[in-house]
């Protein structure tokens, strides 16, 4: 009985293995640099990569972030992985994992997670529209404590195509839930906007801006950076 038990399993797996093709797995490489301009700490110079992986079914990317400036800096490497939900084609899950540093809001590293569900509002060739909804963790002060923030998360992006340009918006909230210590609250948003002139299929031209809204001291940093895209023949 077991042995019939132990054939049936590996059939079932056989059958229900990964389809690459089935999948139209796509890797895709990105960078960008340029020069970035913030009110609080005048001119630098910006760096971006991005790694990412793509199927009909799942969705996961590596990003690196970097404004440079003569006396401050803003840096964010974030991980983010995300799959549809069950069998319903507009709902996902997600998970992501940051580490952040940003000089001008005395963050001197900040480890974040969030998670939750997601709901894709409009799903196109020429864009897409998504909204999140889910629970946050992190620790702002990572190298001296291990006290951690709780915050509720809420999330809405936007981008679109149209032959040679293209535009994307995101807006990221996060509402703290958990004990607000030094009478100094966490809660944020964090925007970002970006406009792309597309030279060819590889190249193109950038210009946008971020903005970490968390006090009344936050300004926005505005960027323009030369961008490179490329297809990787990766296929595990």
Known sequence: ????????????????????????????????????YSESSDIGHSWYGRLKRTTSFTFRDVRF??????????IRLRHKY??????????????????????????DLRYHLNQGLGYLLRSENNGNMTIELGVAFDNSDYLNAEQKT????????????????????????????????LRSSLSR????SEFEWLINKSFGIISGFTWDIQDENSSPSTFLT??????IDWYF
């Open 1 to 36: 009985m077991k042995q019939y038990l132990l054939l049936f399993i590996i059939t079932i797996s056989f059958s229900y293995s990964h389809d690459l093709d089935k999948e139209n797995l796509d890797w895709r490489q990105y960078y960008r640099l340029g020069s970035v």
């Open 65 to 74: 972030f970097g404004h440079f400036y003569k006396s401050d800096s803003e």
């Open 82 to 107: 995300s799959r549809r939900f069950l069998s319903i084609d507009n709902i996902y899950s997600y998970s992501t994992l940051l580490y952040e540093r940003n000089t001008s809001l005395n963050v």
């Open 150 to 181: 709780t915050y509720l998360r809420g999330a809405c992006s936007i981008d679109h195509r149209l032959k040679s340009f293209s535009g994307k918006f995101e807006v990221d909230y996060f509402y703290q839930i958990s004990e607000i210590e």
């Open 189 to 192: 948003f964090q925007i970002v």
């Open 226 to 231: 030369i961008s490179i895209t490329r297809p």
